[in-house]
């Protein structure tokens, strides 16, 4: 941006801060490089004690003693949260179909030793789905349960202007009260915006297949019709998938059963809507390129979710699929269609592959850009084998510890179910703080 116009833009956007010396500003920027971020996470070790374990036990009893299944919610869950010293949560707004809006919270934390999760509250919000309002509604839960804001470790969202706003957002309000929260954006909902991204070509061949199915779904007598016809055709399935933006693994699944119908779905509209049946055939291979993409969207969206999910696991999908994405694009210009069968059966030309290729190109600095914080987030081999790289501890406390860790013999033998149950070890947070 040019110096004169940055200063205009300072001038009517900033107006309150610029007669503010050099000093003020230094000040603002030592602020926020010392606030905390995903990558800080494993570049020092945690002076805190974590004792978040002493719930493990209090949850288990207290389910026993109800008789209950496990889901019976907070009745159980809360009294071990209050003795909790850090957990997670999770809060995402959605409207209903009544246009009531719904505010969902979920809660993880440590239990048995596991990594658990579970729905902490649903409450509707009565009046605005504002960023002070969502902030209100979980300082009021907290309060009437008797927990302390300054437990949450860390806060999930959906990066919507109402949760991320700077000054009026729910993080910054929450930052307010506990200025040590981690804020992270879902990762999911990352590659959901993502996976959205199509240029004018393939989001034309998206909207055709998308009309098709309202056709079809949207009216009774069509998907009677269309029911008869699949079965009299010997399909292996009958109906079409309606596709709903909250439910972000339906767009892949519509796509696939769509596909796999075709010939049906062609053959159905021939009278009832002629045009909308050419502009299919002739997009066909887009079609088929869309199916086969968003079926490697769908196996990424399902690595990220289960209890057992940490950001390590996280990084090493995102890491991989940013990588896979620039091989497909390679496969492609070559024309070699391994992960991409339904597109090698049907007929293109080169300018098809070049329109391919240069959108997975856009997917994969799209990915790069929204997952940075992940992609760059530095993991010490420590945590991953502590007993053959104690040397690489970054200071002479931790070093010694990890000397400590590696010749006890009582915690080393959990170490072959894997890193994630080594450390959760109660003893662990215990004998060895740092």
């Given at each position: 941006m040019k110096p004169s116009r940055l200063q205009d833009h300072f001038n009517k956007i900033h107006p309150d801060k610029k007669d503010k010396d050099v000093t003020y500003y230094q000040d603002m920027k030592k602020k926020y490089e010392i606030q905390p971020t995903i990558s800080k996470l494993f570049s020092s070790a945690s002076k805190q004690?974590?004792?978040?374990?002493?719930?493990?036990?209090?949850?288990?009893l207290l389910i026993a003693k109800s008789g209950k299944p496990h889901t019976i919610g907070e009745d159980l869950i809360l009294p071990a949260i209050k003795e909790t010293c850090q957990f997670s949560i999770q809060l995402d707004?959605?409207?209903?179909?009544?246009?009531?809006?719904?505010?969902?919270?979920?809660?993880?934390?440590?239990k048995d030793e596991k990594i658990c999760q579970e729905l902490l509250f649903a409450t509707n919000l009565e009046t605005d789905t504002k960023g002070e309002t969502i902030f209100n509604t979980l300082e009021k839960?907290?309060?009437?349960?008797?927990?302390?804001?300054?437990?949450?470790?860390?806060?999930?969202?959906?990066?919507?202007?109402?949760?991320t706003g700077r000054h009026k957002g729910l993080i910054a309000c929450l930052k307010n009260k506990d200025p040590d929260v981690l804020a992270v954006h879902c990762v999911i909902h990352r590659q959901h915006?993502?996976?959205?991204?199509?240029n004018e070509r393939l989001h034309i061949s998206l909207q055709y297949i998308i009309r098709s199915v309202n056709k079809i779904r949207s009216n009774s007598l069509n998907d009677r019709l269309f029911n008869q016809l699949c079965i009299a055709n010997d399909e292996d399935v009958n109906r079409l998938l309606l596709h709903t933006e909250v439910r972000w693994l339906s767009k892949g699944t519509c796509l696939a059963r769509f596909y796999n119908l075709f010939g049906s779905v062609i053959e159905f509209l021939e009278n009832k809507d002629p045009e909308l049946r050419d502009n299919l055939i002739s997009s066909k291979k887009d079609i088929a390129y869309l199916t086969d993409l968003y079926k490697l969207f769908n196996d990424v969206n399902l690595q990220l979710q289960g209890d057992d999910l940490n950001l390590i696991k996280t990084k090493n999908s995102i890491a991989a699929f940013v990588s896979k994405l620039l091989l497909y694009k390679r496969n492609?210009?070559?024309?070699?269609?391994?992960?991409f069968p339904n597109l090698s059966r049907v007929s293109f030309n080169n300018d098809d592959l070049l329109v391919y290729c240069q959108h997975l190109?856009?997917?994969h600095r799209d990915f790069k850009e929204r997952f940075q914080d992940v992609l760059n987030m530095d993991i010490p081999d420590w945590v991953l084998d502590p007993f053959s790289n104690v040397n690489t501890a970054g200071s002479s406390q931790l070093e010694e510890e990890l000397i400590e860790l590696t010749t006890n013999e009582e915690l080393k033998i959990k170490f072959k179910n894997g890193y994630q149950e080594f450390w959760l070890q109660k003893p662990i947070s215990q004998l060895y703080p740092g």
């Open positions: 004690d974590d004792d978040g374990l002493r719930a493990s036990y209090n949850i288990s707004e959605s409207t209903l179909p009544t246009n009531k809006a719904l505010l969902l919270s979920y809660v993880r934390f440590i839960f907290c309060a009437e349960k008797e927990i302390p804001l300054n437990n949450i470790l860390s806060i999930a969202t959906d990066g919507a202007p109402a949760m915006l993502v996976a959205k991204t199509l492609i210009s070559r024309r070699e269609f391994n992960n190109e856009n997917l």
